[in-house]
């Protein structure tokens, strides 16, 4: 069975768990640094950015997750995207910096603080609930990097090798393709690793 960590320094740990559950793999939360062992891929919940990577650095986990992902796959959903890109906009440093994007943080601005959209996202499916709440968005990204779901103009979504990337919360609906996805993703890549 692929076993999927995720990251547990803060944001919404339990709902991802569930969906991962639902997805026909072992999900397990990681709060310390050797728990990411034995996984096969690695989720980066939603919370605050900025909070997350103070945690990150109080735990030493800058470097094992860095190592993590030279070979495992990971998620980032809002939050988690925020970590996962390269440049930040208006920001002079980045923090995991494996997806080749720009994001910018609270991007929607303060009127729509939190909404839902159906979104189209490719190889996943349509109509897919994305729930935002003080979201980021993708303002460009690399060429190695596939844009997945664009909404109103904005990328919301995309994939770089075993990189995975949402700007939105999958975990907080019922609709967990896009955790199927990933789920898809990180049993192929084990496929290749073995
Ligand atoms: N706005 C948050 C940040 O900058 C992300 C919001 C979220 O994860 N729901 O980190």
Redesign the pocket.
Known sequence: MIKIGVLALQ?AVREHIKALQESGAEAVSVKRIEELNDLDGLVIP?????A?RRLIDKYNFLEPLKEFAQEKPVFG????L?LMAKRIQGQDHAHLELIDMTVE??AFGRQVDSFEADLHIEGVGEDVNGVF????YIVEVGEEVEVLSVHNDRIVAAKQGHFLCAAF?PELTDDYRLHQFFVEMASQKKKVIA
């Open positions: 944001g939603g919370g605050e950015s900025t997350m959903t809002c939050a988690g925020i943080r609270n709440i003080r979201a980021p919360h």
